[in-house]
């Protein structure tokens, strides 16, 4: 049986922080976040891998960030786009939200707005616009986001981590950590339509090493990585890994040499015809769109 696997990237810069903005998260996406997606752009090259980059439009938006704390370059980023164009390898673009409001707490006339600067942004900047990541995954006002032209959306996590929003903040912190800090395998992910979407939920989260986070060791990192892989490909279902670039501000080094050594595996299982990787997109196809196309590395 042929599993799938899909990786999104929730490109944000410091959009993904502006409710709880300091002078380190400023600093660190102006300083690191346009090397750290240089890195990721030459590993998805070296193994053949696409990603669906998830942006959040205002990256592209020069006048979303006048006015904005700290220098432009923690908010606006064209050149990085420009280099995930470029690269050899084709990977889906798609959106991260307009500036990283949550769907879960705005009107549907907010809801509206966001997606319609989306749409222009994309536009004016030639993109496709196919696949969509809800910001801090708050899923909301599907109808509009399907009205919009979307096609595709990352859902949830999978497994029993589902169950940490429900159980209180307090008790959902504890319960992702343990996720995080365990060698708990990841469960696979099945793409399923919700309304006039293609649901692509998400099944592991590379987290970020800082803080206490930094107990997660980077062998249990990679033991649910393979896990998970195995499982996709024994059930025939979608192995969804994601991850933001800030999650390698901290630990770089460690994050990175956790990072190649999945996609080598994943690249030598595709070789084999076990595994097909695809973007977000291609659980969508529309016949006169080839550009998110499913790609085995």
Known sequence: MVGKLTISIDLELAWGFWDILTPEVLHLSEAQERPICDKLIELFERYHIPATW?????????????????????????EIIERIRAAKTPHEIGSHGGRHVYYDRMTAAEAEEDLAFIKQVHRDNGLALDSFVFPRNAVGYLDLVTRAGLRTFRGADTGWVRLAPKLGPRAGKIITFADKVLPLPPAPARAQKNGGLVDVPGSMLLPGRDGVRRFILPAVSRAKLAMGLAWAQRSGATFHFWFHPCNFYYRADEQFATLEWFLARAAAEASRGRIEICTMGSYAPRATDTRGAKAAA
Do not use: C, K
């Open 54 to 78: 998830a942006v959040v439009a205002a990256v592209l938006d020069r006048a979303s960030a006048a006015g904005r704390p700290g220098n432009e370059a923690s908010w606006y980023a064209p």
